[in-house]
T-cell receptor, first 116, second 116 residues
Framework: AQTVTQSQPEMSVQEAETVTLSCTYD???????LFWYKQPPSRQMILVIR??????QNATENRFSVNFQKAAKSFSLKISDSQLGDAAMYFC?????????????FGTGTRLQVTL | GAVVSQHPSRVICKSGTSVKIECRSL??????MFWYRQFPKQSLMLMAT?????????EQGVEKDKFLINHASLTLSTLTVTSAHPEDSSFYIC????????????FGPGTRLTVL
């Protein structure tokens, strides 16, 4: 079974600064997807970024980028130029490529605070 | 705009009563939907996979007789919490994978259930 680990329960960053959230995972599959989701106080889950394991290039979405290290099974999220609206819970998630492909396995989450 | 809706957004009920939560995919068909439960400050825990036209698949430890799932059509899944007790109070979230979007999971806004 796949597992996803987020070792940082809480992180804090100053506005306009950069912060990196850590995620590691365990799987025996060679092809899979990895995601970062944001859950603001409204509790609506919002997809931040997606990475396909077969792609060597790290995914980037505006101020959000990932550092995907397949051999190390590491998938960290970097938020640049942090904004107050980035304050939320962030969940790392894994999804297999085939079979029950759409089933997501979530990490325990990291609460990000953004200070002035 | 929202592609998955949930109704109601919050519900308060008396202990012993049953509560039905609806999850709808608004502009796509979903043969599969997922139901999650989230306790305060915790991650999303998958409860069950709802399958259109067949029985739901429950995760280990989830009582299928207590959490009844019906996938009535390609756009509607319902979760009924039967004989609710205070310990069933939680935040329930559904999601649906969108086939034309790499099976990306779109999440509903969630339902807060409070059992008195």
């Amino acid at each position: 079974a796949q597992t996803v680990t987020q070792s940082q329960p809480e992180m804090s960053v100053q506005e306009a600064e950069t912060v990196t959230l850590s995620c590691t995972y365990d799987t025996s599959e060679s092809d899979y997807y990895l995601f970062w989701y944001k859950q603001p106080p409204s509790r609506q889950m919002i997809l931040v970024i997606r990475q396909e394991a077969y792609k060597q290039q790290n995914a980037t979405e505006n101020r959000f980028s990932v550092n995907f290290q397949k051999a190390a099974k590491s998938f960290s999220l970097k938020i640049s130029d942090s904004q107050l609206g980035d304050a939320a819970m962030y969940f790392c998630a894994y999804r297999g490529f085939t079979g029950t492909a759409s089933k997501l396995t979530f990490g325990t989450g990291t609460r990000l605070q953004v200070t002035l | 705009g929202a592609v998955v809706s949930q109704h109601p957004s919050r519900v308060i009920c008396k202990s012993g009563t049953s509560v039905k939560i609806e999850c709808r995919s608004l502009d796509f068909q979903a043969t599969t939907m997922f139901w999650y439960r989230q306790f305060p400050k915790q991650s999303l825990m998958l409860m069950a996979t709802s399958n259109e036209g067949s029985k739901a698949t429950y995760e280990q430890g989830v009582e299928k007789d207590k959490f009844l799932i019906n996938h009535a059509s390609l756009t509607l899944s319902t979760l009924t919490v039967t004989s609710a007790h205070p310990e069933d109070s939680s935040f329930y979230i559904c999601s649906a994978p969108r086939p034309e979007a790499y099976n990306e999971q779109f999440f509903g806004p969630g339902t807060r259930l409070t059992v008195l």
